[in-house]
Structures are given as C-alpha cells and as structure tokens.
C-alpha cells in the first residue's frame, strides 16, 4: 500500500515516540487519513498511535476538532491559522502528546492564485507548548504525488517534534503499573 520511503519514516517515528511513551494523534484533511493509515501499517503501533481525525469538510474541521467556522470563513481552511487549529484541536479531544494536521489543495481541481494547487500547510502541537507550522508549494504533481509527499513531510514534522520534546520538554510522562501518566498543561494559542 505505501512504498519503502513512508514506511521507513512511519518506523523512524513510532520508535523514537515508543522511547518516550509518547503518543500521536493526527487530524487530516486533503490526506483524508493516509497519514494515520501510514503509521498503523506497521505493526505494533497501537501503543503510539492514539487516534485520527479525517476533517475533511470544514463541517468536520470545527465539530470534531473544534476549529472555529469564523476562523475557516476569514482566512479559508487550507491556511497557516486553520492548520494550527485543527493541530490543537487534535489533542484537546485525544490522549495524545502530540499532533500533526494537514490541510491543502491537492487538485486537481480548487486552486487559485493565492492558493493554488499543491499548496498544504502543516501544524504540529506539543501538550503544554508550541503550535509549529510549515508550508509546502509541491506545485501541481497529480492528486497522489501531493498527498504522498503531504504524508512525507507530516511524518518528518512529528519526528522533528518529537526529537525536540526529548531534548526540552517540560512534559512528564512516566510509566506506572503499565497505565501512563501526564500532567496537563493549556495550549498556548498563536
């Protein structure tokens, strides 16, 4: 289903966040679950995988992820701010330590000017720290090459990520009688 390349960054990244009992959830949009689906191809990945949202109607963006409808209709759903959103959202409704979203335009039909086809911004929360953003121009590759390349890109974001919690992250998780234990802190808000 997914070739070498995904697969490799899919096992990089459950192994550094099994290390650090962290957990992920996911909130895809123009990838419409293939970033989740990447991770649970591989076997095992239950105890890192919390869950994934596919919010692919703006409908979906704010009821399952509480994105706001005014924040979709002012800066448009595929947009650095929508994107940050929904990463946020991702982990006020999961158990997760951290999140990716993907939102954008993987045609071929929907571009414009401004935000033409090709365009995906990525989000990236961390429980208790920042909201990360990228954006990616892949151009107009086919409806497959972009969303694959979405996935590339979410997966190295949450492996980034994850690597920069090992090194400064006021996160504390800790096993205990094999259930895990996190303290709660507010999402700052960009």
């Known amino acids: 289903m997914f070739d070498e390349t995904v697969l490799l960054a899919a096992r990089r990244l459950l192994e550094l966040c099994r290390a650090q009992g962290l957990r992920i959830a996911t909130a895809e949009s123009c990838t419409g679950g293939l970033i989740a689906s990447a991770l649970t191809e591989i076997a095992g990945s239950s105890d890192v995988v919390d869950r994934g949202f596919v919010t692919y109607s703006n409908e979906a963006k704010a009821g399952m992820l509480g994105v706001p409808n005014e ?68 151009g107009d590759l086919g409806r497959s090459e972009i969303r694959r390349r979405s996935v590339l890109v979410a997966l190295a974001m949450l492996e980034k990520v994850a690597a920069r919690m090992r090194a400064d992250s006021p996160l504390t998780l800790r096993a205990q009688g094999g259930r895990r234990k996190r303290r709660d802190h507010a999402l700052p808000r960009p």
């Open 71 to 138: 924040l979709i209709m002012r800066e448009g759903a595929v947009s650095e701010e929508v994107a940050r959103a929904m990463a946020e959202g991702a982990l006020a409704n999961s158990a997760a330590d951290l999140s990716v979203a993907v939102t954008g335009i993987a045609g071929p039909g929907g571009g414009s000017v401004e935000k033409p086809v090709g365009l995906v911004h990525f989000g990236s929360a961390i429980r208790g720290q920042a909201t990360f953003h990228e954006a990616c121009r892949f």
